[in-house]
């Protein structure tokens, strides 16, 4: 194959598929640009990453298979990842620094930012809360089409159990402190008090 298009098993498309794999490619990857780890300094200091290089989200990702076959860059990814003990997409971050292109945001639209709703997505990445598990930050439209997708199969069980009130209310209640548990060096809510998920949606080839 010319070309590879890569999704993690959270996302659901609203739109073809082959409508990505089309896409134009100048690269050898097109990816999210903006993951939200992008913002955690002990992830850019672990990683090495030049000053400002952007990191992307791999959950939905197209491969130029020429130019990465010509690079070696997946095996080198491979290697990376074994080496360095980190998952796929800090090592695909890595080997792809400065070899990858942004795709529009609606080809990963996270759960985890507020960019717009399900129906406004063409691929909707459940980044955060799972339509099978933690439910919280998963539009009812989305959870219905998973549920009936799920349906008389081995996966269908969790969507027959409640979700407990209290679990929403409680992380509700929290994210509302996250500026206040920054102060006490954790970087995951000091960067997540400031993110500006609008900045993502206007950044795009």
């Not at 002990?42 to 400002?52: F, H, I, M, T, V």
């Not at 990842?81 to 792809?96: E, R």
């Not at 945001?105 to 399900?118: C, D, I, K, V």
Request: aromatic share 12%.
């Amino acid at each position: 194959y010319d070309r590879i298009a890569y999704t993690d098993c959270d996302v659901l498309f609203n739109r073809d598929i082959n409508d990505l794999a089309r896409q134009r490619l100048r690269a050898p990857l097109l990816a999210a640009h903006d993951d939200y780890m992008y913002f955690r300094p002990s992830y850019r200091q672990k990683l090495k990453l030049a000053p400002g290089a952007p990191y992307f989200n791999s959950g939905v990702v197209v491969f130029d298979m020429n130019a990465v076959r010509e690079n070696a860059l997946l095996e080198r990814t491979r290697k990376t990842a074994i080496d360095g003990s980190m998952n796929d997409q800090n090592a695909l971050n890595v080997v792809f620094e400065g070899k990858w292109q942004t795709m529009h945001p609606n080809w990963n639209l996270q759960s985890l930012g507020e960019l717009g709703g399900f129906s406004q997505a063409w691929a909707r990445h459940f980044a955060g809360g799972k339509p099978w598990g933690n439910q919280v930050g998963v539009e009812l439209e989305a959870l219905r089409i998973w549920r009936d997708l799920a349906r008389d199969t081995p996966w269908g069980r969790p969507f027959e159990q409640r979700i407990p009130f209290e679990r929403g209310v409680v992380k509700r209640f929290l994210r509302r402190f996250d500026a206040v548990a920054g102060l006490f060096g954790k970087d995951v809510q000091r960067r997540r008090a400031r993110y500006d998920g609008s900045r993502m949606h206007a950044i795009y080839a």
